[in-house]
C-alpha cells in the first residue's frame, strides 16, 4: 500500500509558475512509474507527465516545454515543474504511482490559472 500526499497548488495568474509535491508514504526507489494526471471539470482525466524509475520522461503535448518532472528518491518525493502556466491548465493535479500491476493515486490538488 502507498498513501500518496499532494501539496503546492494555488492560485496563479497566467504567465506564472507553480512547483507540485507528492510525497509517499513508502520508498518510491521501486516504483516503475510515477506521473501526474489533471482533471478539468467536465473532461476526462489526462496524463500530464510521468517518469520511470530510470528517469525517463514523458509529457502530455499540451504542456511539453513548458512542465518539467523530476524525482528525489531520498525524500520519496516526485515534483511537477510548471512555467509559463494558461487558464486551460486549471484542473485538479493528482499523483499516480505504479508498482507492477498496482495504481496508486493521491487526493489531488487544485491549481487555478486566472487570465
Known amino acids: 500500500q502507498v498513501q500518496l500526499v499532494e501539496s503546492g497548488g494555488g492560485l496563479v495568474q497566467a504567465g506564472g509558475s507553480l512547483r507540485l509535491s507528492c510525497a509517499a508514504s513508502?520508498?518510491?526507489?521501486?516504483?516503475?512509474?510515477m506521473g501526474w494526471y489533471r482533471q478539468a471539470p467536465g473532461k476526462q482525466r489526462e496524463l500530464v507527465a510521468a517518469?520511470?524509475?530510470?528517469?525517463?520522461?514523458n509529457y502530455g503535448d499540451s504542456v511539453k516545454g513548458r512542465f518539467t518532472i523530476s524525482r528525489d528518491n531520498a525524500k520519496n518525493t516526485v515534483y511537477l515543474q510548471m512555467n509559463s502556466l494558461k487558464p486551460e491548465d486549471t484542473a485538479v493535479y493528482y499523483c499516480?504511482?505504479?508498482?507492477?500491476?498496482?495504481?496508486?493515486w493521491g487526493q489531488g490538488t487544485q491549481v487555478t490559472v486566472s487570465s
Open positions: 513508502r520508498s518510491i526507489f521501486s516504483m516503475n512509474v
Open positions: 517518469i520511470t524509475s530510470s528517469g525517463t520522461t
Open positions: 499516480n504511482a505504479q508498482l507492477s500491476m498496482l495504481y496508486y
